[in-house]
């Protein structure tokens, strides 16, 4: 089953623009990861983020996690057209990978 | 980077037969892999964990007897659909476990491209 909810559903920004999306989960987790799929395509790790941290950057990706509202956000800044994707949070919650992900949000960047 | 390939890419088969999907981490060991199935426009749902040298541990609702976990070496797992169906139609992904030493929580799951099954 799905960890929890991701939200927007679906997001359109234009080249320059950032991108942020949301993901919340129901269970304690030992840290939350954040993937990137393009169409019909298997899937790319973008970021790691331990469940003792609360902030991490890595390029123009900008995570954010708050464990007291089991929600995490993904910020993509200066946003380009090879961006566009749908994008997952994946929970582990029991220290031996299993993950569980969220619902995904599908982003639309146009030039 | 570590490196995950599952063969075949793409399969249209008839109902009533079987399909063998075979996963491989190509220049690391996994003893742990895991299948996911994914349908047009939703999420991944784990499917069955499988593990080198034992028994595959299936997720609640998902049929042993149906879908066939085979984890023979350190690369390799194959899951078998067996007496495929037009509903089984899906995009099967696989995922590797690249473990460095104690299990820490830290590890990274490394995704094989995926398997597009049309079952007719």
């Known amino acids: 089953s799905q960890q929890g909810e991701e939200d927007p559903q679906a997001l359109s920004i234009q080249e320059g623009e950032n991108a942020t999306m949301n993901c919340s989960y129901k269970?304690?987790?030992?840290?939350l990861q954040w993937y990137r799929q393009n169409s019909g395509r298997g899937l790319v790790h973008l970021i790691l983020?331990?469940?003792?941290?609360r902030e991490k950057h890595s390029g123009r990706l900008r995570v954010t996690l708050d464990t007291s509202k089991k929600s995490s956000s993904l910020l993509i800044t200066a946003s380009r057209a090879a961006d566009t994707a749908s994008y997952f949070c994946?929970?582990?919650?029991?220290?031996?990978?299993?993950?569980?992900f969220g619902a995904g949000t599908q982003v639309v960047v146009t030039p | 980077g570590a490196v995950v390939s599952q063969h075949p890419s793409w399969v249209i088969c008839k109902s009533g037969t079987s399909v063998k999907i075979e996963c491989r981490s190509l220049?690391?060991?996994?003893?742990?892999m895991f299948w996911y199935r994914q349908f047009p426009k939703q999420s991944l749902m784990l499917m069955a964990t499988?593990?080198?040298?034992?028994?595959?541990?299936?997720e609640q609702g998902v049929e042993k007897d149906k879908f066939l976990i085979n984890h023979a070496s350190l690369t390799l797992s194959t899951l078998t659909v067996t007496s495929a169906h037009p509903e089984d139609s899906s995009f099967y992904i696989c995922?590797?476990?690249?473990?460095?030493?104690?299990?820490?929580?830290?590890?990274?799951?490394?995704f094989g491209p995926g398997t597009r099954l049309l079952v007719l």
């Open positions: 995922s590797a476990l690249r473990l460095a030493g104690v299990v820490s929580g830290l590890e990274t799951q490394y």
């Open positions: 994946a929970t582990d919650s029991d220290s031996w990978g299993k993950l569980q």
């Open positions: 269970t304690s987790i030992n840290n």
């Open positions: 983020i331990r469940s003792n941290e």
């Open positions: 220049d690391f060991q996994a003893t742990t």
């Open positions: 499988s593990n080198e040298g034992s028994k595959a541990t299936y």
